[in-house]
Every structure is written in C-alpha cells, then in structure tokens.
C-alpha cells in the first residue's frame, strides 16, 4: 500500500541515527514501490555540503547499512532523486530562512535525530517561523519517543482479538507478569549521555512502562482512536508509588563490571568512555510494581532491564495460576501454565500446556508448547521499529505513540524512584558482564517463591 505523500525534514540529516536507522527504513519503502512520486526527504545539518555530497553520503550509508543494496537498481535511481539537503545553524535566525515552501498537501514530518537537549530549541524556532500547519508532525527521540515492536503490538490483537485470552487475563487467572528487556551490549559510544541518564530513565520510563500499559490496559473503543492512549494513562495513574517503605525492597539497581559479553573480554562500566564514576550511574534495574484497580489487584508485576547481560532478549512472560486441585498422582507434576510473547530475538508466541505424554498408560504428564512464530507465517523481511515508526507518522496513527499527559504520569512515577534512591540510598549493586544481573534481582522474584525467567524460549541451531 502507498504511504501518503510526505516531506520528510531530518535534522540531524548527516548523523548517526538517520544514517545508521531513518534513511535505511525509508529506502527499504522504496524498494517496496511504497513511495509516491512526489514525496521528498530533505536532510538538514550543520555541515557546509552541497546536496551532491550528501546523496553520496547517502549511497554511502546505505551501503553500509542496508544488506544488498546496488547503486545501479532503479530504486536508488528513485530514491536519489527525492534526496535534498539544507544547511542550518540552529542558532542563526537567518538559517531558518533555508526551509520555506512548507508543502500544505503533503505530510510534513520534522524528525529531531538530534541530541534531547536541542528538542526546546528546535521546536521553538519551528513555530516561530512559521513552519508548523495542520499537516505537521513532529517526532522526537526517546526518552519521549518509543519503538514498540511487531510482537508487542500483535499483543493488543491477541489480547483484544481472542475470547479465550481476554476472558482470562486478570487476577482471576494470572498470578503474575514478567517483562524483561536485555542487552548484550555495552553503552558503546553512548557512554556520556547514558551517565547523564541510567537504565530507569533510557528504558523503564519509556519501553517498559509502554509495554505495561498495553498489557493492562482494558478494551479500549477503537484501536484506531484516542481511546488507546487514555486507557494506557489510566493504567500509569494506577501504579501504586514506591514509598520510604517499600522502595529498598521492591526495586533493585546495578551496574556491570568487567566479563565475557559474546565471547569476547568486556570492560566494567565505570571504564567505559565518558562515564563518570562518581556519578554512581545504573546500568541495570528490576521492579516489582502494582496496578492498584480491580483487574490486576493482588497481581505482581516484574520488570527487568539490563545492559552487557547475558543475550538480546526481550519478552513477556505471562505465567498462570496453578490449578486449585491436582485430580491426577502425586508424582503428576503439573506446571502453571504460562504464555510468552518474545519480541527479541524470534518474534512470536509461546503458551506452554500440560499434556498427556503419548503412548503410555496412565496419566504421566508433560509440559508442551504451543508454539506461533510469525516468520514461519509472514515475510517480515528487515523492517524494524524505526521503519514502523516512520510509517505510522507519516499516515497519521498516533494510537501507539506516548501523549503528552501520557510522558507527564510516567515520568512522575519515574522521578520517585529517582528521589527515593537517593533519600533512602539504596545500595548500587554489581553484576558481572555477560550475566543476568545481580544476585539481588534473583531474590526479588524469590522471596515471592517465583523466579525469573532468563532467555528466550526458542532453540536456535
């Protein structure tokens, strides 16, 4: 299906992000034929180049970035073509002058692949130029952004889609929730704003709380409307807050020290270029949180996300309550039933089932899953969170995208985690590179007599 036609203004046209993510999402639209004709994406940056040089640049990137790509295939001869570039100080009133012509019947899309401390900035000068209509829309970077991914999405569908589950998703039938977020990398060369920021504010403020809120949110009225979001915001005013109390037992921070990450000698973080040590920056965090409302009273949720652990992985662990009576023999062990939606690195489902293990007398039990993979079932291709992301912007469906009373409930949730770490010091624990995180997130879930769930569930060859 054709995308609408789009101006899409990149600052920060010449960086990281757009080179590495934003251009390589959209060149893969126009390998679809997914582009219409007269739509333009305009790179703008500080750099005196011509629009000559940055299509080179372009090529460039898109050959180091984007698998099979061959400066001879008509769809870069087309996408070259909708390339431009303008130069801007945005500090020099003058500059601003470069962009006119704002087009009133296309998307505008401004995307601020730039460093957060410029969004105010940025903004401002958009407005007061004049260069922000109807058909405007402005993107920016987390830690206000968000790229939820194909599987977590596709929860809203199972959940919302199928009797069967939503019927049973409440504190009737769960008895508790796992959301775990993993990297098997380091800070990289994100070492000085990471130590400005953490793993709560990079990752549980934005990703995590995201995936909460579509988890337990009730029905909204449409999947196309407002109502997504304000179920989301009903969700976030329910957390119940961590007190003077509670906030030493229930919320656990790390950082990792030196190890093996992928078989290869990694540094401790405090090592790490541009980091701080003073600065006391966690690189790990682990939650136990509740939703203070009928659905989920009395239902725990777990959050975990970690950098430099043990593998990518990122998932859902959904696990049941056990059956009230075990009609079976004693030595029939049965197991809660469990549902996992794994977003990385195998996007799918998994619900686990006891059975009766074939060809025996009797009743011996077993554990089984069900297993749905969407690549057995789709193309997905290499479409990633970027390139969903621009596509949504560009037709106009903000259902999945964080409002702004949205970002304000979560980050004063956030900010006193933040206040009480520091009133009550909580102790800063370590982890070694290329675990699953400290001893003490283990006990979180233990002194509940529950225990995490660590990798994916699919077997790779």
């Not at 190890?259 to 401790?268: D, R």
């Not at 975990?304 to 652990?309: C, D, L």
């Not at 009743?363 to 970027?386: A, I, M, V």
Request: aromatic share 8%; charged share 25%; net charge negative.
């Amino acid at each position: 299906m054709d995308l609408n036609t789009f101006n899409l203004y990149l600052f920060g046209g010449t960086g990281d992000l757009s080179n590495r993510k934003l251009i390589p999402a959209m060149f893969r639209q126009e390998t679809l034929r997914n582009i219409n004709n007269d739509s333009e994406i305009i790179g703008l940056g500080s750099r005196d180049i011509t629009v000559d040089d940055y299509i080179l640049m372009v090529q460039e990137s898109l050959t180091k970035h984007f698998s099979g790509f061959n400066e001879n295939d008509e769809a870069w001869k087309r996408f070259s073509k909708r390339l431009s570039y303008i130069k801007i100080d945005i500090n020099s009133n003058e500059d601003w002058n470069n962009i006119n012509n704002i087009p009133s019947n296309k998307a505008v899309v401004y995307y601020l692949a730039t460093p957060p401390n410029l969004y105010k900035q940025i903004a401002t000068c958009l407005k007061d130029n004049n260069l922000i209509q109807e058909n405007c829309r402005v993107v920016v970077e987390k830690p206000i952004g968000t790229d939820l991914k194909e599987a977590v999405q596709n929860l809203l569908a199972l959940r919302f889609a199928n009797t069967i589950f939503e019927k049973s998703w409440s504190n009737s039938a769960i008895d508790h929730i796992q959301i775990t977020v993993a990297e098997d990398l380091g800070v990289e060369d994100r070492g000085g704003y990471y130590d400005e920021t953490g793993a709560l504010r990079d990752m549980v403020q934005n990703h995590l709380l995201q995936i909460l809120c579509l988890i337990a949110m009730e029905p909204p009225v449409s999947i196309q409307s407002e109502s997504v979001r304000d179920e989301k915001l009903k969700v976030l005013k329910s957390l119940t807050p961590f007190t003077e109390e509670t906030i030493a037992m229930n919320s656990v921070r790390a950082k990792y020290l030196d190890g093996i990450s992928k078989g290869e000698p990694a540094c401790a973080y405090i090592d790490e270029n541009g980091v701080d040590p003073k600065n006391n920056t966690e690189t790990f965090v682990a939650l136990k949180l509740e939703i203070n409302n009928w659905r989920w009273s009395g239902v725990p949720f777990y959050l975990r996300t970690g950098k430099r652990m043990h593998s990518k992985s990122s998932e859902i662990v959904v696990r049941y309550k056990s059956v009230p009576h075990n009609i079976f023999s004693k030595e029939a062990a049965l197991k809660p039933d469990q549902l996992v939606l794994r977003i990385h690195p195998d996007e799918g489902i998994d619900l686990k089932l006891n059975t009766k293990q074939p060809g025996v007398s009797g009743y011996d039990l077993e554990e089984l899953p069900l297993d749905l993979n969407l690549h057995d079932y789709h193309n997905l291709g290499h479409q990633d969170c970027y390139e969903r992301l621009l596509l949504d912007v560009i037709r106009g469906n903000p259902s999945l995208f964080v409002r702004r009373d949205e970002i304000e409930a979560s980050w004063k949730w956030i900010d006193n985690i933040i206040n009480l770490w520091k009133s009550q010091d909580v102790p800063m624990e370590e982890y070694i590179s290329g675990g699953w995180g400290p001893s003490n997130a283990d006990l979180l879930l233990k002194r509940d007599f529950r225990s995490w769930k660590n990798g994916s569930t699919k077997k790779f060859k």
